[in-house]
């Protein structure tokens, strides 16, 4: 069973719209969860971090975890084509501070924003 | 400016022509670490160290050396590359704290004949 599974796309939103990108992780133990994008040819950059249960919003960005359900979402909210980028989810599975070697990354989802 | 440096950005050899990456953090970082990145297949970890002098394999070492003889230096050897190393390589450091934020460097585009 993969450790980080997420759809590799393409999706494909229109301008304006909520992009919705969803993740799923096998470790029940897993702490911390984080939203890396890339651009195509670029090194991946942090965007969004989240530990606890619930929603996080930053800006146009929110995270959503759910333990439970071993699932994290990021919702992008009035889309840009600048948002256009593959967007990796990164598990791990230490706690929060513990050190990232404990990090697995998801293959990433390639999100397309239609202008 | 904080940055992750790393070296070259273009790489083309021949099969078992040893070569060496270099990366390079000007953040007092202790945590850095070696990925590489194929299509298809994500991210995945070739080697890690947590502080001087250690230490750890990821989950791709094999083919692949480093050496932490200074806390901003975290070369990567490949002492006799093959094609099947034939990849897009980041090097990344962490300071650790409650986030765990990677910084990467810009990557090098390795191909092996």
């Known amino acids: 069973q993969k450790e980080v599974e997420q759809n590799s796309g393409p999706l494909s939103v229109p301008e304006g719209a909520i992009a919705s990108l969803n993740c799923t992780y096998s470790?029940?133990?897993?702490?911390?969860f984080f939203w890396y994008r890339q651009y195509s040819g670029k090194s991946p950059e942090l965007i969004m971090f989240?530990?606890?249960?619930g929603d996080k919003e930053d800006g146009r960005f929110t995270a959503q975890l759910n333990k439970a359900s071993q699932y994290v979402s990021l919702l992008i909210r009035d889309s840009q084509p600048s948002d256009s980028a593959t967007y990796l989810c990164?598990?791990?599975?230490?706690?929060?501070?513990?050190?990232?070697?404990?990090?697995?990354f998801g293959k990433g989802t390639h999100l397309i924003i239609q202008p | 400016e904080a940055q992750v440096t790393q070296n070259p950005r273009y790489l083309i050899t021949v099969t078992g022509k040893k070569l060496t990456v270099t990366c390079s953090q000007n953040?007092?970082?202790?945590?850095m670490s070696w990925y590489r990145q194929d299509p298809g297949l994500g991210l995945r970890q070739i080697y890690y160290?947590?502080?001087?002098?250690?230490?750890d394999k990821g989950d791709v070492p094999e083919g692949y050396k480093v050496s932490r003889k200074e806390k901003r230096n975290f070369p990567l050897i490949l002492e006799s590359p093959s094609p099947n190393q034939t990849s897009l390589y980041f090097c990344?450091?962490?300071?650790?704290?409650?986030?765990?934020?990677?910084?990467f460097g810009s990557g090098t585009q390795l191909s092996v004949l």
């Open positions: 990164a598990v791990n599975k230490k706690w929060a501070g513990g050190g990232a070697d404990g990090l697995t």
């Open positions: 470790d029940r133990g897993s702490q911390s």
């Open positions: 989240i530990y606890s249960n």
């Open positions: 953040m007092n970082h202790e945590y």
């Open positions: 160290s947590m502080n001087v002098e250690v230490t």
């Open positions: 990344a450091s962490c300071g650790g704290g409650a986030n765990e934020k990677l910084f």
